[in-house]
């Protein structure tokens, strides 16, 4: 076989599956598989896609293909296995896992609606008696005096027929003083009564009347969202400690690796050196 696959072949990139996540490449995969088997005689697989001693690149692509179909189911749950997370001494394991969803969403309403009626009636009644008595009392005193002189002087004359000068014929001249006093006293009284009396009445209704409306609305929404988790583990006590122990070493003493060559090499080899 190792005069038609070699490490320049790549045979595990013809393959095309992933063995990333179990830390080996492409490459390793090709040195580990030529150490191993490049001894062996081809299968009549090989000899079915080989071209004048060699293996063209559209075959080996087909032969990748192929052997990934064949192995992949297999080697996916292998695969699966090796990346388990387990403690191998605990043979017990239940988790259980709660998730609790919870959708509160309230609408509420008020539509209220309020009418006002009142009335209000007034009687009012008033009565007014007011009496006012006047007592006034005013005493004059008064005196008045006038005093005034005065003197008169006259005097007449007469013109003879064709005179031009006129001559006295009468002179009158006199004196007069006049005197008077005038005096007034009295006593002036006003007395009497003002009465103000009568009623005053205020009736009457005032109406106080309406309609008041409301209208009111209220929405929440809430949303609430619990997970839980349980989980029980260790060992039943049916197998002991060491025998645990014991199949977790001869688990690991299988290889997953070993296993994907081994199975590549039953289809393109034949167990004969």
Known sequence: MKELIKL???????????????????????????????????????DLLT???????????????YINQLYKVKWDKLK???????????????????????????????????TNSST?????TRTDNLTRTDDLTRTDDLTTTTSGSASTSSEDSI?????????????????????????????VENAGTVRNTGTVTDTGTVTDSGTGTVDNTE???RDYTRERTVTHSGNIGNIATQDLLQKEVEFWQWNFIIQVLSDVADVITLPIY
């Open 8 to 46: 320049t072949t790549n045979l595990f990139n013809y393959i095309n599956y992933d063995f990333s996540d179990v830390g080996v490449s492409n490459a390793t995969l090709d040195f580990y598989f030529i150490s191993k088997y490049s001894n062996r005689w081809c299968s009549p697989v090989l």
């Open 51 to 65: 071209e004048d001693d060699e293996i063209p690149v559209a075959n080996l692509t087909v032969l990748g293909t």
């Open 80 to 114: 699966a296995v090796v990346l388990a997370e387990y403690n191998p001494i605990h043979n017990y394991f239940d988790e259980m896992v709660e998730n609790i969803e919870d959708n509160d969403d309230k609408t509420v309403t008020l539509d209220s609606d309020t």
């Open 120 to 124: 209000k009636t007034n009687n009012l």
């Open 159 to 187: 013109y003879g027929f064709n005179s031009e000068n006129d001559i006295p014929s009468d002179v009158n001249e006199g004196s007069r003083t006049v005197s008077e006093s005038v005096s007034q006293e009295g006593t």
């Open 219 to 221: 929405t929440s929404e």
